[in-house]
Nanobody, 122 residues
Framework: HVQLVESGGGSVQAGGSLRLSCAAS????????LSWFRQAPGKEREGVAS????????WYSDSVKGRFTISQDSAKNIVSLQMNGLKSDDTATYYC????????????????WGQGTQVTVS
């Protein structure tokens, strides 16, 4: 039974920081891709950051490059998203996705999804 449990969302002022975490279980964590997506009301789901657990290679969307950092704790099967310099445009529900075979920011590349955590930037 695959589980992805996100945590760390909340409300922050513009320019502030938040750290999201995704605890993964129930599938082969190693040599796999996990990504963070976000979805604002009335907008399509957008991929923001991706990490390949085999070598920790990463990929970011242009909208967050230089502000967000994705990382992993492979001993605990946790993928984190450090978000700095937050803007109002970053307000969305953030989702962790797993099961991708390669770095990707496309929702169709992933088999498993978390329940989401809300990030609000004012």
């Amino acid at each position: 039974h695959v589980q992805l449990v996100e945590s760390g969302g909340g409300s922050v002022q513009a320019g502030g920081s938040l750290r999201l975490s995704c605890a993964a279980s129930g599938y082969a964590y190693s040599s796999n891709c996990l990504s963070w997506f976000r979805q604002a009301p009335g907008k399509e789901r957008e991929g923001v950051a991706s990490i390949y657990t085999g070598d920790s290679s990463t990929w970011y969307s242009d909208s967050v490059k230089g502000r967000f950092t994705i990382s992993q704790d492979s001993a605990k099967n946790i993928v984190s998203l450090q978000m700095n310099g937050l803007k109002s445009d970053d307000t969305a529900t953030y989702y962790c996705a797993a099961g991708g075979q390669r770095l990707s920011l496309l929702p169709s590349s992933f088999d498993y999804w978390g329940q989401g955590t809300q990030v609000t930037v004012s």
